[in-house]
């Protein structure tokens, strides 16, 4: 039995995350189809099953561009009234609005409430944030990188960092620029991720390798390493 989901989202509508979990579920690049001008017959059947089965499961999207703290926290807890114990997911978490005078403060609002309700409502939530200029520029994520990171950083559980990684010339792992992150999904459709969990109060922390596969819909797959 699938657990309910709560997704708040500022960037796309209800309909472009539909299609793009269709994709995903699908193993298909909505990309090459637009681009080839149609759908192979596998294409589309598989397009339909992940349609019907996406269908069937719980998942509320909430579109706002603009999304007040306020209004976000009324509807969690309308939620979870109705359907129980959600899946809460804020996407993202940089455009949630709340009271204060610098953005900074009202980080400390967001994140403080965002880590009350979590606790009052007994749910999980999973808030995406953006990392700041230099770093995305630098690489090599830290707990820092996060834009307006120290009450990001205080409140969170966990901290996962993502980053597009190659191999080095010393077999090591370098990160890769936005020119190589372009040219390597042009030519494989897939690139090597490093998830690292940089905080973690009830287990271990370290980094795992994925394949981010936009081939596949854009689905992360676990890959060996060395």
């Known amino acids: 039995h699938a657990q309910p989901v709560l997704w708040f989202s500022t960037e ?16 298909c690049d909505p990309v090459l189809i637009r681009s080839r001008g149609y759908a192979t017959a596998e294409e589309k059947r598989a397009t339909e099953d992940a349609t019907e089965r996406l269908r069937a499961y719980p ?40 009271d204060g005078e610098k953005r900074v403060e009202q980080m400390v609002s967001i994140t403080n409430l965002l880590k009350a309700l979590a606790i009052e409502q007994d ?28 009450s990001k950083e205080q409140d969170a559980d966990q901290v996962m ?29 897939y690139i090597t991720t490093r998830l690292t969990v940089s905080k973690n109060r009830s287990g271990a922390e370290g980094a795992v390798y994925l394949r981010l596969n ?13």
């Open 161 to 189: 960092l993502l980053e597009p990684v190659k191999r080095g010339p010393k077999g090591g792992w370098q990160v890769m620029t936005r020119p190589e992150v372009a040219e390597a999904n042009a030519s494989s459709g």
């Open 59 to 98: 998942i509320t999207v909430v579109s706002a561009g603009k999304l007040k703290l306020s209004s976000l926290a009324a509807r969690v807890r309308q939620h979870v009234s109705l359907v129980g114990r959600t899946q809460v997911l804020v996407d993202h978490l940089d455009h949630v609005q709340a």
């Open 214 to 226: 936009w081939w596949s819909g854009g689905r992360f797959d676990e890959m060996e390493t060395e």
């Open 123 to 150: 749910i999980n939530i999973l808030a995406v944030s953006q990392v700041n200029r230099a770093a995305s520029q630098q690489g090599d994520l830290q707990l820092i990188s996060m834009r307006d990171s120290s």
């Open 12 to 27: 796309m509508g209800e309909e472009e995350v539909f299609r793009r979990l269709v994709f995903l579920d699908a193993r």
